[in-house]
């Protein structure tokens, strides 16, 4: 599909409380197609909350669960993106991301960068994960990622360079700092971040944040889609729970490679060399301080 109605469904969930989120997908998701979405995201742990902490285990979800079968069988008539804890095989918990297509789970993706500082406590309760893959949907080649993932650039970098025209970010981001605007600080670095990504690897940049309090903690919202000449095609109101929509047009990527071929001209090779020459040079200085060496 070259266009697209690209959605982003901007809630609340309930924390831990798997029912109640799971009929607030249901609703949102009828509301959608009414409205021709054909691609819908929910933020991180849209299923579940954010501030799990021990609920981590009793909230988990395998990909066969019973309990994503609505989900799925909605996804035959709209891709669907939600935010869940997975347990893996061995009983691990991961912060993940599904993203359903025609009745599947097609893609699953794991957070690897876990915020464990400030108010953040991820580490103690989930794995990390290990992989940035672009995959392929109807909508063309997008990649996943949660949150703190896109705060180092080389994960969009890599899911670029992986064919991904879309990369789709699904956030739980607390306010923190204020602005002399009465704006929050981390809403004005993740729109600069957003911006900047979309128009450096020219691509179509989807950011869906969360609402609400928890623990405390205010969530901001301000969920929006960035083309890839950077410039915002919606956005979403901060503090408030908003269904909102956009036309998505792929070949608009096609033209900003052309125009502006930054991803045709990296140098690949010449990142490879240089990060194993940096990693080398760290490992010497680690076994040099672990002989006691100065």
Not at 43 to 72: C, H, I, Q, W
Not at 77 to 95: C, K, P, Q, T, Y
Not at 124 to 139: I, K, L, M, S
Request: aromatic share 8%; charged share 25%.
């Amino acid at each position: 599909m070259e266009k697209f109605t690209l959605g982003i469904a901007q809630v609340c969930p309930a924390l831990g409380d798997l029912d109640r989120n799971l009929a607030l997908h249901d609703k949102i998701l009828r509301e959608a197609a009414r409205q021709g979405v054909d691609l819908l995201l929910f933020p991180e742990l849209s299923l579940t909350g954010y501030f799990l902490k021990d609920m981590v285990p009793s909230v988990a979800l395998t990909p066969r669960d019973p309990r994503l079968n609505a989900l799925k069988e909605m996804s035959r008539e709209m891709a669907i993106v939600v935010g869940l804890v997975e347990e893996s095989s061995d009983h691990r918990f991961f912060n993940a991301a599904a993203y359903l297509e025609d009745g599947k789970i097609r893609h699953l993706h794991r957070k690897f960068y876990l915020p464990t500082y400030g108010i953040f406590d991820e580490r103690r309760y989930f794995a990390q994960g290990e992989t940035v893959r672009a995959f392929d949907t109807r909508f063309g080649r997008m990649a996943l990622t949660i949150c703190e993932d896109l705060w180092h650039p080389a994960v969009p970098y890599i899911a670029a360079l992986d064919g991904a025209e879309l990369i789709l970010c699904i956030s739980a981001s607390p306010g923190r700092g204020l602005l002399p605007e009465g704006t929050f600080a981390n809403a004005a670095a993740w729109e600069h971040l957003n911006r900047t990504y979309a128009r450096l690897f020219t691509c179509v940049l989807c950011y869906c944040n969360r609402v609400g309090y928890e623990d405390g903690a205010c969530f901001w919202g301000g969920s929006e889609v960035i083309g890839p000449t950077g410039d915002v095609l919606l956005k979403a109101p901060q503090l408030e729970e908003q269904l909102l929509h956009v036309a998505v047009d792929r070949r608009e990527v096609r033209r900003e490679r052309i125009a502006n071929p930054l991803l045709r001209d990296e140098r690949l090779d010449l990142t490879v060399r240089e990060l194993q020459r940096i990693t080398r040079e760290l490992q010497r200085i680690l076994r040099l301080r672990a002989e006691g060496t100065p």
